[in-house]
């Protein structure tokens, strides 16, 4: 059992970049797939697929590199943690490393990044940042 399985997802895409590969495999749960929706509309991500021949379905992630084989994401951190959320005003809001860092929000509208939560005006919970 993880006590943060949000960062348990991070964790492994992290490593399954650092490890060249071509996809990892997560343990499904609506929130991961939703944040992971997130990633893939916003390119960080090729993919997305729920993998059901086991006993319990899995989330398998299509990771994404450049042309020289270098993965698309530099870095992503968990703001948010259990012992302590970060939760953030629509005006809040600010654009992350001059506008090149997208950080993704859970809202009463669902799962969006900054960008989207300051063209809605709504602010939620700040769960990472990617760049």
């Not at 509309?41 to 398998?60: C, H, M, W």
């Not at 063209?119 to 939620?124: A, C, E, L, T, Y």
Request: charged share 30%; glycine share 6%.
């Amino acid at each position: 059992m993880h006590s943060d399985p949000i960062a348990d997802l991070l964790t492994r895409v992290r490593n399954g970049l650092m490890a060249h590969k071509n996809h990892v495999d997560i343990p499904f749960s609506k929130i991961k797939s939703e944040v992971v929706k997130v990633l893939v509309s916003d390119g960080y991500v090729t993919s997305q697929e729920v993998i059901t021949e086991e006993k319990f379905p899995a989330l398998r992630v299509h990771l994404k590199y450049d042309s020289g084989k270098k993965p698309i994401i530099h870095a992503i951190k968990r703001v948010s943690k259990p012992g302590l959320r970060v939760y953030r005003q629509a005006t809040d809001l600010r654009p992350v490393r001059g506008g090149l860092a997208t950080q993704i929000l859970t809202t009463s509208q669902g799962v969006m990044t900054d960008r989207e939560a300051r063209r809605r005006r709504i602010g939620g919970e700040v769960i990472c940042e990617v760049w």
